[in-house]
């Protein structure tokens, strides 16, 4: 396929595809698809090798948000039933995080539900990033509190924080349709904060909300123009009890081939398979390995993962390494600063309507271990 071939040659000299080239990946037919993760693959390994950074998620406090995001459990008026707790001491967290850091992960994602922090709430993840690097003194600490006040992006930076996760989401075209209390905008400012702050930005998307190809297009050149380092893709986990629960239009498929252009839009940067994958992508997770770069290991922040063990076998049984602590996920010429150039203006026709899948409320397993709950985490 000359498209798939102009894609690898663009994605190793580190340029940005069209947007017409990233929307052809998008609508590649199912039976190419293997063609489509062949050519993918070797722009992820040209940069990252067959490396897989390992991530660990702690829900520092859940549920009982004002936000109204329509894919969140945590949102205001969620009938989902989760978790709900409010903050963990600094104690409490570290020994959530130690778990995961046992597993192999070499990053620690802090996660707080709620529209932004008050000046006590950095204060309290501040506690808890020391404890954290206290006890494990090579881990990687994200901090992802919601909107950033003046100030409040310097103040982690100062207290350990290497890493500020705010993703955009979706379009900004589309935002408005799956949030009423924040906008897009004020998501860009939050990231651009910890930019400007020194900590390495992470910024994703979530697919499988109703959007179309150019509202996924749309995002991630968008994300490529922000320059994130790492770009989490997370892929719908429609929770009963939330304005999205009967969005189950994904395919494992399609899944991949929007891991594929987000790694064609962003060759260079930590693609991280993130929150879904279970779900969506089933038994062809390991596929997924050759286009991201980076996963989630366990839980995530309201419902269950797969086992732990599971991803490291999985992992192991494709042929990738989990990567170590001492070694650096990104290139040398992006760990050194680089720009990224943004493209053209999306083109091409609407989205053809994918087959709906029937609901499946059996896949969704709300967390019950971990953070929050005197049960052992899964890592």
Known sequence: MDLLSTLV?????????????????????????????????????EFFGRRVKLNYLVNLKSGLCPEDCSYCSQRLGSEAGILKYTWLKADQAAHAAAAGVA???????????????????????????AAIKEQNGDVEVCACLGLLSDGQAERLKSAGADAYNHNLNTSEATYADICTTHGYEDRVQTVQQAQAAGMSACSGLIAGMGESDEDLVDVVFALRALDPDSVPVNFLIPFEGTPLAGEWDLTPQRCLKILAMVRFVCPDVEVRLAGGREIHLRTMQPLALHLANSVFLGDYLTSEGQAGKADLEM???????????????????????????????????PADEPAREAARTDLVAVRRRGAGTELPPNA
Do not use: W
């Not at 663009?10 to 489509?36: F, I, N, Q, S």
């Open 9 to 45: 040659d663009k994605g190793l000299r580190r340029e940005a595809p069209t947007r017409d080239e990233a929307l052809a990946v998008l609508r590649t037919a199912d039976e190419d698809v293997l063609d489509v993760v062949a050519a993918a693959g070797k722009v992820r390994r």
């Open 103 to 129: 597993g192999g992960a070499k990053r620690v994602c802090l996660v707080a539900s709620g529209r932004g922090p008050t000046d006590r709430d950095v204060d309290r993840v501040s506690e808890t990033i």
């Open 315 to 349: 992992i192991a049984d494709a042929g990738f390494e989990v990567e170590e602590a001492g070694r650096t996920t990104l290139p040398p010429h992006r760990a050194a600063g680089s720009a990224a150039e943004d493209g053209t203006a999306p083109s091409g026709p």
